[in-house]
């Protein structure tokens, strides 16, 4: 076979098929002509070629001769199997490695068998994993690509993306042209989420998962993401049109029969997943079947072992002087109507075990900006309902945020939407005009996912990325007449009426559909059909929670709060200078008569009678006294 021809005789040649097997019947000189032709081995070191091919035979052997039909399951025990045995001359299959590390390291084969009976309770949480088995089976046993085909899986190259979205839909493919779009987003849901427990060990109990799951939020989340790719289907069949050219083909009547039934075909998700979530697939499927080919003490894999996904936790576990782990692992409790508790009890410090739907959202985005640490910077329900003290938490910070907003409809409490932005600028206050950088979108996540990016600046048009303004200006040559730049923070559209705003009262947030910075798309609540209707435009919501996030990894984040600490520094040197000037120019102007003021009346009054007259005297004029 082809991965046996890849370096015949893994491991060394430490693990042998028996003489006359299928895949060890090949003469060396055939299997030294394969592997010239195939030396680059897609991607993978000659050891993970190895440990692959391996692997190929071990789960072919047990697959010949065991009734077992979860094939997933059967991959993994083989796999962690050849991951934590020790190398011995004498190891032919399976059973002679369970054999040896039974006999040689008996807490390693306690640890295979704790991890299968994670994995069953895995398949069993998550049935649509089950829809793995067939698809995976036919890439392993017959399949003359299959180091390629693994590849591609994993992205091992960063081309993974044709083979991968093949796989996936393969997997949901019941014989028709279209494939559900639930299944589609739902598959890549349950292996995200899989591979999030897998990567724990104390997510799990005996028989079941330490935390009980937020099912009705992760429902939510598929359903979004589902509405999205419906959506994104039937905008392109309408125009006939699909990532950047036109198909005359289309069927109108037929699609719009399938949009209802809530299908789409191959295409429409491939580009719908490249426009909207373009890390779907990495960060779920691809991720997911890295860990089932290299369990995380493979020493062969020289890739980068998946991690779970972040967990939302507080800034002032970095920011805070007072602050002390009491255990390693713990972290400050906190709590967020939108990613939930960070902490398995409120008052609990062991850091939840729980995938929170919308960081699977925002990693499906874009995992190098969200799938690493997530620390809370400001919260109105905890840090109070002010601009201030938002103007407090955000500047002087000089890193990624994320800004995150749950608002309700003003004519109906529930009609809620989740919305929000993203920037890599820091922020800067009063510019009297937009700032930052094209580093930067505009997304909501309820209740249909959209993600709109920045435009290119064209001369003067577009580029209004960030706007924070909180003084009003007043004219010096008349005082009465004061600018009418909107008042708050927001993203977009123009100083008058940004796209997306919040006002300088954290109570109302706007949004409008269009603009010459961001893409074109509706935020908030769904258009109105009245083209007379102020909703059919733009639209105003009642915030109901308002959160801004440090995103990045963990250098950046710590680079960002040292750049806000010493921002605070010279901040408050600034004002201690200003007191002290202000009071010496006070009491200078009271003296010298520049404010009306009798303070210093004595003091002349004084004067005059050392002269012989009292102040208003000279003249002949009475005092007044």
Not at 335 to 341: M, Q, R, V
Request: charged residues 20%; negative net charge.
């Amino acid at each position: 076979s082809f991965v046996s021809s890849c370096w015949p005789g893994t491991m060394g040649s430490t693990y042998s098929t028996e003489s006359g097997s299928e895949t060890g019947d090949r003469s060396d000189a055939a299997a030294t002509a394969d592997s010239q032709t195939t030396s680059n081995c897609y991607g993978f070191s000659k050891q993970e070629a190895q440990h692959l091919s391996t692997l190929r035979r071990l789960v072919s052997q047990e697959q010949q001769k065991s009734e077992q039909n979860d094939f997933v399951a059967l991959l993994w025990r083989c796999s962690n199997l050849l991951s934590l045995n020790t190398p011995s001359p004498c190891i032919t299959n399976a059973s002679d490695i369970e054999a040896h590390l039974g006999q040689h390291s008996p807490s390693q084969l306690v640890l295979v068998q704790k991890r299968c009976q994670q994995l069953e309770i895995l398949l069993s949480t998550f049935p649509s994993l089950k829809k793995i088995n067939h698809v995976l089976e036919n890439i392993f046993m017959n399949n003359d690509h299959f180091l390629e085909k693994v590849s591609n899986i994993l992205g091992v190259q960063g081309q993974y993306q044709k083979d991968s979205l093949e796989f996936v839909c393969n997997m949901c493919n019941t014989g028709d042209e279209s494939i559900a779009a639930k299944d589609l987003v739902e598959l890549c849901y349950h292996t995200a989420s899989a591979l999030h427990y897998i990567l724990q060990e104390h997510a799990f109990d005996d028989t079941k998962l330490t935390e009980t799951m937020n099912i009705s939020g992760e429902y939510a989340m598929i359903q979004s993401m589902t509405n999205s790719l419906l959506e994104y289907a039937k905008s392109s069949r309408d125009n006939h049109y699909f990532g950047g050219y036109s198909d005359p083909s289309a069927n109108t009547d037929t699609s719009d029969a399938a949009i209802i039934e809530g299908r789409v075909t191959k295409r429409e998700f491939s580009e719908w997943q490249r426009k909207v979530v373009p890390d779907l697939i990495f960060c779920s499927v691809a991720k997911f079947h890295h860990i089932l080919f290299f369990p995380p003490e493979c020493s062969q894999s020289q890739q980068h072992t998946p991690k779970p996904f972040p967990i939302v936790r507080s800034s002032e576990e970095i920011t805070s002087q007072t602050y002390t782990k009491v255990k390693e692992g713990e972290i400050m409790p906190i709590s967020s109507h939108l990613f939930g508790k960070n902490t398995m009890s409120a008052t609990d410090c062991t850091a939840t075990t729980l995938l929170s739907p919308p960081v699977f959202a925002f990693a499906s985005i874009s995992m190098s900006k969200f799938g690493e640490k997530w620390y809370r910077i400001f919260a109105g329900e905890t840090d109070g309902w002010t601009f201030q003290s938002l103007e407090h938490s955000i500047l002087g910070y000089e890193g990624p945020t994320l800004l995150v907003i749950q608002a309700h409809s003003n004519h109906n409490k529930n009609e809620t939407v989740t919305l929000g932005a993203y920037s890599a600028s820091k922020w800067e206050k009063n510019k009297k005009d937009f700032f930052g950088t094209s580093d930067c979108f505009l997304f909501q996540l309820q209740p249909v996912m959209r993600v709109l990016k920045p435009l290119p600046k064209m001369g003067t048009r577009g580029g209004h990325y960030m706007y924070f303004h909180s003084n009003t200006n007043v004219n010096t040559s008349n005082p009465s007449r004061k600018d009418d730049m909107a008042l708050g923070l927001g993203f977009g559209g123009t100083v008058r009426h940004p796209r997306l705003f919040i006002d300088s009262h954290l109570e109302e947030c706007s949004v409008s559909h269009q603009d010459t910075s961001f893409e074109e798309g509706y935020l908030g609540l769904p258009p109105s059909d009245d083209p007379f209707s102020s909703q059919s435009l733009s639209s105003a919501l009642h915030i109901d929670s308002l959160e801004i996030y440090a995103v990045g990894n963990e250098d950046t984040i710590r680079k960002g709060f040292k750049a806000q600490y010493q921002h605070r520094d010279i901040a408050d040197a600034t004002l201690r200078n200003a007191r002290t000037v202000d009071k010496a120019a006070f009491l200078g102007d009271m003296r010298n008569g520049v404010m009306e003021t009798k303070a210093f009346a004595h003091l002349g009054q004084v004067d005059g009678r050392a002269q012989g007259c009292m102040k208003g005297e000279e003249d002949g004029k009475p005092s007044g006294l």
